[in-house]
């Protein structure tokens, strides 16, 4: 069975109470990495700066945050980042997706709801994003 680093633990723990639950049974069964919960608002800032947020006060600024960046774990790989021009480019990518999917039906399972930054408006029409941010869940 998959387990959390003590990083991804770490990171987990500032993270709302719902949060944590959710993604302590999502580790069961799905090996991912926890890489980020709360930060604080002058890192927010810095990746506003980078064009890497779009937003000034991120759900992750909350304390506990109300926002957790996930990923999934491939044993012996890591994260799978999907690099373009990479003949694993859309495998990659595709494992973001599925992960998204699989903590969307476990959070909607327990009745927990999500917003995910591959699908802002929660439409499921993937096609009309305008910033993925494809590790990023967020309570709402």
């Known amino acids: 069975m998959p387990s959390y680093s003590q990083q991804s633990a770490h990171q987990l723990s500032t993270c709302h109470r719902l949060l944590q639950v959710l ?7 799905y090996d991912c990495t926890i890489i980020e919960g709360h930060r604080p608002p002058s890192e927010q800032h810095a990746l506003v700066e980078a064009g890497r947020s779009k937003v000034e006060h991120s759900k992750h600024n909350d304390s506990p945050a109300n926002a957790v960046d996930a990923a999934p774990y491939i044993q ?26 699989y903590v969307l039906a476990m959070a909607e399972s327990m009745h927990i709801r999500l917003r995910w930054g591959g699908d802002w408006d929660r439409d499921h029409d993937l096609a009309d994003q305008k910033f993925d941010d494809l590790v990023h869940f967020e309570l709402i």
Do not use: M
């Not at 993604?23 to 069964?29: G, R, Y």
């Open 23 to 29: 993604f302590n049974k999502v580790i069961k069964t």
């Open 76 to 101: 012996g790989r890591g994260i799978p980042w999907p690099e373009p021009g990479s003949p694993d480019y859309v495998k990659d990518l595709a494992q973001f997706y599925h992960f998204a999917g």
